[in-house]
């Protein structure tokens, strides 16, 4: 049996943010029970729900000498869906009300997780043979393992992955502070190691002491050595290409499937999807104040607000598109400018334009099932999540050809009739328009194509088992079994 230890921030169910949370969530439960013992370890945020602060055993407690302090660590566990929890407890760094707050502070409190990861080990008894640390937030573990934890035996030979969700977000403060909260030595803040232009650089040093590095796409893999998207580390990324492979992410497929979901009108499948797919259309028009017209085509977004995820390449075209047969419907939060962006086009094209400025998992499932095509113009996505959701519920994606978007929606090809959706290369608004005009002309004018294409959208399979099997592969590799 093989020990397997995912380090993270978050995790679904018990809190989410992001992307990060839904892998650390879900991917424990597709190992091969008969040979992977995989156990979850992350922070007990006082903002987590009751209900599951309820169903958590004490475990025990200790202390720990982080820097100057010495700190109360709670060990706090439940097991939830066959999977092992455990929780690291401490009022005073995880009390907010969110998980994250602003440097330096996160820094502090991840750095506290990070040795408090390590340290519960020989208390809880479980030694794993990899330990698998996600982002910024646990980039240190690496890095603590490789220094003071090497003088007890318990130690030796764990291996680490470091994986990274988004290189954009590194933790990064300036050297003498986070020398003072760490306790590390002068050694380990030197180009080669943590410090990076001059600051210290979290993520840096589990990439640099993790002994294998992975992504979320294999194209993000290839792409971050490069400098437009390697954040300040592309030479860091080339120096260890050797190590370093990008495993596409996956979803929930109990989750996110059109023939069970509660949350949407009409369930449908493969086989129903032509007849049944277009009342849940019929019925979000009315939610939302849309005409009523089962034939128009519907394109959904639902996204975080932000320039990473091509709303400037929007907001340019955005009248010329509302001048085309097509519904827009929006749901997500983000910059003010891109909210702002939304409600105005929703006022200007009452009845054609829907902006849903907040968020609700629910909307966004009956949004997925409602909408023809889903469109997300992304400046860079390490993996993305949508178009796979929007595969799975045969809602054609349409995208820019980078990271995960690139690896996972294969572009139509009329000729060969081939193809999942529609995708543009270069990061134009002109372009992402006529891409959109090619997919309503297909839509509009070659139905049997469209659907044809449905069929293999819905046919694709981007579940966690498919994942699963590769992270299989890397922890053998890792512990050296083939």
Same mark, same amino acid.
């Given at each position: ?36 013992? +995989?156990?979850?370890? /992350? ?76 340290s519960v080990l020989p208390v809880i008894g479980f030694r794993p043979d990899v330990i698998h640390c996600h982002d910024w937030q646990t980039g240190l573990v690496p890095v603590y393992l490789h220094d003071s934890f090497q003088q007890n035996e318990f130690f030796w030979n764990i291996k680490t992955v470091m994986t990274i969700h988004n290189l954009k977000f590194q933790g990064v403060w300036d050297v003498k502070t986070v020398q003072d909260i ?20 979290? /993520? ?11 992504? +979320? ?66 019925? /979000? ?7 009523e017209n089962p034939k128009a085509m519907m394109i959904g977004i639902v996204s975080r607000l932000t320039d990473q995820k091509g709303f400037d390449l929007i907001a340019y075209v955005m009248d010329e598109l509302c001048q085309d047969a097509v519904q827009i419907v929006a749901l997500g939060t983000g910059d003010e400018r891109y909210e702002n962006m939304f409600r105005h086009f929703d006022w200007k094209y009452h009845g054609k334009v829907s ?80 891409? +959109? ?16 294409? +449905? ?28």
């Amino acid at each position: 049996m093989k020990n397997i230890l995912f380090a993270t921030s978050e995790a679904v169910p018990f809190i989410k943010t992001g992307g990060l949370a839904d892998v650390a969530g879900a991917l424990p439960k597709c190992f091969d029970k008969k040979y992977f013992d +995989v156990r979850v370890i /992350l922070p007990k945020y006082a903002c987590m729900k009751q209900e599951w602060k309820d169903k958590m055993d004490y475990v025990t407690h200790f202390y720990m000498d982080l820097g100057y302090k010495n700190c109360y660590v709670g060990i706090m566990h439940m097991e939830y869906e066959g999977i092992q929890f455990y929780f690291i407890d401490n009022e005073y760094y995880f009390s907010g009300p969110k998980p994250y707050d602003s440097a330096p502070w996160d820094l502090e409190k991840f750095a506290f997780f990070s040795k408090a990861v390590l340290s519960v080990l020989p208390v809880i008894g479980f030694r794993p043979d990899v330990i698998h640390c996600h982002d910024w937030q646990t980039g240190l573990v690496p890095v603590y393992l490789h220094d003071s934890f090497q003088q007890n035996e318990f130690f030796w030979n764990i291996k680490t992955v470091m994986t990274i969700h988004n290189l954009k977000f590194q933790g990064v403060w300036d050297v003498k502070t986070v020398q003072d909260i760490t306790g590390l030595s002068d050694y380990y803040f030197a180009a080669d190691k943590l410090e990076a232009y001059k600051d210290a650089n979290f /993520l840096k040093g589990g990439i640099v002491f993790a002994d294998a590095v992975t992504t +979320v796409s294999n194209t993000y893999a290839e792409e971050i050595k490069t400098p437009f998207y390697g954040e300040r580390l592309d030479g860091l990324m080339c120096a260890r290409a050797n190590s370093l492979r990008g495993i596409v992410n996956g979803i929930d497929y109990d989750i996110f499937n059109p023939e069970t979901d509660s949350c949407i009108a009409q369930n449908y499948n493969a086989t129903t999807f032509r007849k049944e797919k277009v009342k849940n259309k019929i019925q /979000l028009q009315r939610e939302l104040g849309l005409e009523e017209n089962p034939k128009a085509m519907m394109i959904g977004i639902v996204s975080r607000l932000t320039d990473q995820k091509g709303f400037d390449l929007i907001a340019y075209v955005m009248d010329e598109l509302c001048q085309d047969a097509v519904q827009i419907v929006a749901l997500g939060t983000g910059d003010e400018r891109y909210e702002n962006m939304f409600r105005h086009f929703d006022w200007k094209y009452h009845g054609k334009v829907s902006a849903q400025i907040y968020y609700d998992e629910a909307l966004s499932h009956r949004i997925y099932a409602a909408s023809d095509a889903f469109l997300m113009p992304s400046l860079f996505e390490p993996c993305g999540l949508s178009q796979l959701i929007s595969l799975r519920y045969g809602t054609l994606p349409i995208v820019r050809e980078t990271g995960g978007l690139k690896d996972t929606v294969e572009p139509y090809n009329e000729y060969e009739g081939t193809g999942t959706g529609f995708s543009f290369r270069n990061y134009n608004a002109h372009e992402m328009l006529n891409t +959109v005009r090619n997919a309503e002309r297909i839509f509009y004018d070659k139905k049997r194509e469209w659907n044809k294409m +449905v069929d293999r959208a819905m046919a694709t399979d981007f579940s966690w088992n498919n994942s699963a099997r590769q992270y299989e592969e890397m922890y053998n590799w890792l512990i050296g079994e083939k």
